[in-house]
């Protein structure tokens, strides 16, 4: 098992790697995440180095969107455990994100607090460039699949920001991506009024806008509703 395990670790770096345990697979994701966390901040190649260990529970609906923002801070702060951030220069914007989550609750203001984590996180990431870092993420079939999109990308960025990434998830041969539409005039709703998340429709067949990530139905589009970030 050791062996396979440092495997793995060398294997890591500049991909995603996805795990699936094939028995019992709620409690065997979760043990195999464990035992790889644990072996991997004992192992003398790489106990020095930061191992972000991320494990969702339960299951999390298309409505808490919050969770994109909890994940990346909960990465940010983690990676400073154990390393040396001598040439980190973030701490001005996690402080800037603080504030905002006090005064900028709701609504689209979200996507501010989101850059401003997400900011801080990848110039954390830069200063841990000449070093390794690693996350192991368990669970995240837990999430419906319109945030998974959306954590899918957050988390495809952070590879390419050099986080050297394990995913374990249920098995899942016959599932398909659905997603609700974003545009606050799905349906005709006027700008005052929108519909809520709940009285949307979900579909299999959607837009994401590459600037912001909020999904798009084909039914807006032909009626000329586009994202205001395209």
Do not use: M, W, Y
């Given at each position: 098992m050791a062996a396979s395990l440092c495997w793995w670790a060398r294997s890591w770096k500049g991909r995603v790697s996805d795990i699936v345990p094939r028995t019992r697979a709620n409690e065997a994701e979760t043990t195999l995440t464990a035992i790889i966390s644990q072996?991997?901040?004992?192992?003398?190649?790489?106990?020095?180095?930061?191992?972000?260990?991320?494990?969702?529970?339960?299951?999390v609906s298309n409505y808490?969107?919050?969770?994109?923002?909890?994940?990346?801070?909960?990465v940010y702060l983690k990676l400073s455990q154990g390393a040396s951030l001598d040439k980190d220069e973030s701490d001005d914007l996690y402080e800037d994100f603080e504030l905002a989550r006090e005064t900028c609750p709701e609504g689209t203001r979200l996507r501010l607090r989101l850059k401003l984590i997400r900011e801080a996180l990848h110039i954390r990431l830069k200063a841990l460039r000449d070093s390794r870092s690693f996350l192991l993420l368990d669970g995240i079939d837990r999430i419906d699949s319109t945030l998974r999109i959306l954590?899918?990308?957050?988390?495809?960025?952070?590879?390419?920001?050099?986080?050297?990434?394990?995913?374990?998830?249920?098995?899942?041969?016959?599932?398909?991506?659905?997603?609700?539409?974003?545009?606050?005039?799905?349906?005709?709703?006027?700008?005052?009024?929108?519909?809520?998340?709940?009285?949307?429709?979900?579909?299999?067949?959607?837009?994401?806008?590459?600037?912001c990530g909020d999904l798009l139905c084909f039914e807006c589009r032909g009626a000329g509703r586009i994202c205001e970030n395209w």
């Open positions: 072996h991997l901040r004992s192992h003398p190649n790489s106990k020095q180095h930061p191992v972000v260990s991320v494990f969702i529970a339960s299951d808490q969107a919050s969770i994109i923002e909890d994940f990346l801070e909960n954590l899918e990308k957050e988390i495809a960025d952070l590879q390419d920001a050099g986080l050297s990434i394990l995913l374990t998830s249920r098995l899942a041969v016959f599932e398909q991506d659905v997603g609700i539409c974003d545009h606050r005039n799905h349906g005709g709703a006027p700008d005052d009024d929108p519909l809520s998340p709940q009285d949307r429709e979900a579909s299999s067949l959607f837009l994401v806008c590459r600037t």
